[in-house]
Structures are given as C-alpha cells and as structure tokens.
C-alpha cells in the first residue's frame, strides 16, 4: 500500500506545502488526481476563522469554494459538504482518466466519518496509485485506523513530500 501523509504545525502549512508540491510535481510531467486546498485570507470578519477555503482539482481546476459563512459568533463546522462531495466527483473523473499520484489536501471528519475522499483513496490504492494526504491531529486516530496504521508519516517539508511521491510513482 503506498499512502503517505503530512502534517505542518503551523495553520495552512500542509495546504501551502501540498500546493507548492502539487505545481512542481505537475512542472516534472506527473499526472495527478486529487485536491488542494487554497485558503483566501478575508482580514477582519466576524467569524472565528478569517479565510475562505476553496480546492483546486488537479490536474487544472476548476476551483471549488468549500467553506461556507455560517454568520456573526457561529462556532460550527463551515465546510460545505455539498461542496465537498462535488470536488470528490472531479477527482474521481480525474483519477479515472489515469494518474500517477492522488493528492487529498485532508483527511478530514469527513473522510474519518466514511464520506468524502475515504473511497476515492481506496479505489487509488486498490489500483496501486500512490496516495499523499494532508493531516491534522484531530483525524489522526482515524486515519490511522483507516490505513491499518500502514501509512507513511513524512516530515512536512518539500524535500521530503517530493521523494516520496517519486519514488512510489516510479514503483
């Protein structure tokens, strides 16, 4: 099973590292299937997190939004999950017409709770692609008990994320 996952200590790190791994995978002639997570900074709002998130489907978009304004003092989940599901069903179309590597910006409650990317990156791995998604400690658990605690944990560093993805794309 080649699964591998990242997690940046610091707020939109593995987002910014995924994308940035993402670009340059793609520049090297890498298929990929998958999302990344692009976060837009809204500067002084009334809600607790200030940033809008969107996906870009790999390989070249489009762009989905999937946060949603939930209003003044709200302290739920703003993830859309209409939204989210969507973006699995590009990814899914995308995966399909070949790829070399699936990324997932997270494995998120989502995913931990069966929905979401969760059987998309099984069909990869069922289909021997490598798989590389973003983590947080809130899903750690779960995603461990998903991958049979079989996935590789990568330092959360370009070097690092890069390697790994060509040599299991190589593979």
């Known amino acids: 099973m080649k699964i591998a996952f990242t997690m940046a200590a610091e707020r939109g790190g593995t987002d910014l590292l995924l994308a940035t791994v993402a670009q340059k995978l793609s520049s090297q002639g890498?298929?990929?299937?998958?999302?990344?997570?692009?976060?837009?900074?809204?500067?002084?709002?009334?809600?607790?997190?200030?940033?809008?998130?969107?996906?870009l489907l790999l390989p070249d978009g489009p762009r989905i939004r999937i946060s949603q304004s939930l209003g003044?003092?709200?302290?739920?989940?703003?993830?859309?999950?209409?939204?989210?599901?969507?973006?699995?069903g590009y990814a899914e179309v995308a995966l399909a017409a070949g790829a070399d590597c699936l990324l997932v910006?997270?494995?998120?409650?989502?995913?931990?709770?069966?929905?979401g990317f969760r059987n998309l990156i099984a069909e990869a791995l069922a289909q021997g692609i490598p798989v590389l998604v973003g983590l947080n400690a809130l899903n750690e658990a779960a995603f461990a008990a998903f991958t049979d605690g079989m996935a590789v944990a990568l330092d959360p560093s370009e070097e690092a994320v890069m390697q790994w993805v060509l040599e299991a794309a190589r593979q």
């Open 72 to 88: 003044m003092h709200s302290k739920g989940c703003r993830l859309d999950p209409t939204a989210l599901e969507s973006a699995v």
């Open 30 to 55: 890498l298929r990929l299937a998958g999302t990344v997570q692009v976060n837009t900074e809204r500067g002084d709002t009334c809600e607790a997190r200030p940033c809008d998130m969107d996906v």
């Open 105 to 115: 910006n997270k494995f998120g409650r989502h995913e931990a709770e069966g929905r």
